[in-house]
């Protein structure tokens, strides 16, 4: 069963905006990782937030985790073109090498 | 430099007619997993290999079947593949033990049925 609900399905901003993306999930996590899909083609890794970590940066992306909530943010500053793309959460559960994704956002930046 | 390989990125059968998709990896990775993704979905876990070790998961229909003969490869079979098995096979691994737990994509294999 999915673990990650996202939220907007779909989201479409003009370049150079902030998009902010939201993942929620149900049972206790190990980590969270959050990953880009292109259309037609494979999952990308981004990023990764441990359950003991509260935010975490890298290039454009900063990421957040709120565990009393099971929720998690997805922030991509100054948007490109480039960045459209399906962006998806998924969880790891302690005790097993399970990775579950969430429903996924649509982003779509316009040029 | 291309890490996981799926072949073939798009294939097309009939109704009916057995397919394999094959997964090759150059990380030496000791897990391996299998997708199914529609159109619009979240990529569904259909099971996994821990070393060896095959894990199924409990939703996972009896047609798809799965073989890992060696750390590099793993094929997915689908054995009498219906029109709801049209989908893109992601083909994953990662290397449990290690400090990420990130997953390694293929490109896909899209499956078409006629």
């Known amino acids: 069963s999915q673990q990650g609900e996202e939220d907007p399905q779909a989201l479409s901003i003009q370049e150079g905006e902030n998009a902010t993306m939201n993942c929620s999930y149900k049972t206790s996590i190990n980590n969270l990782q959050w990953y880009r899909q292109n259309s037609g083609r494979g999952l990308v890794h981004l990023i990764l937030i441990r359950s003991n970590e509260r935010e975490k940066h890298s290039g454009r992306l900063r990421v957040t985790l709120d565990t009393s909530k099971k929720s998690s943010s997805l922030l991509i500053t100054a948007s490109r073109a480039a960045d459209t793309a399906s962006y998806f959460c998924?969880?790891?559960?302690?005790?097993?090498?399970?990775?579950?994704f969430g429903t996924g956002t649509r982003l779509t930046i316009i040029p | 430099d291309a890490m996981v390989i799926q072949n073939p990125r798009y294939q097309v059968t009939q109704f009916g007619k057995p397919v394999t998709l094959s997964c090759s990896q150059t990380?030496?990775?000791?897990?391996m997993y299998w997708y199914q993704q529609k159109s619009s979905q979240a990529p569904k876990l259909l099971f996994h290999y821990y070393d060896k070790d095959f894990n199924n998961e409990a939703d996972t229909p009896d047609n798809f079947q799965s073989r890992r003969p060696n750390t590099s490869f793993c094929f997915l079979d689908i054995r009498s593949p219906g029109l709801g098995d049209a989908a893109m096979y992601l083909c994953?691994?990662?290397?449990?033990?290690?400090?990420?737990?990130?997953?390694?994509f293929g490109e896909g294999s899209r499956l078409t049925v006629l």
């Open positions: 998924a969880t790891s559960n302690f005790g097993n090498e399970k990775l579950t």
């Open positions: 990380l030496n990775h000791n897990v």
């Open positions: 994953a691994t990662s290397r449990v033990g290690g400090n990420t737990g990130e997953l390694f």
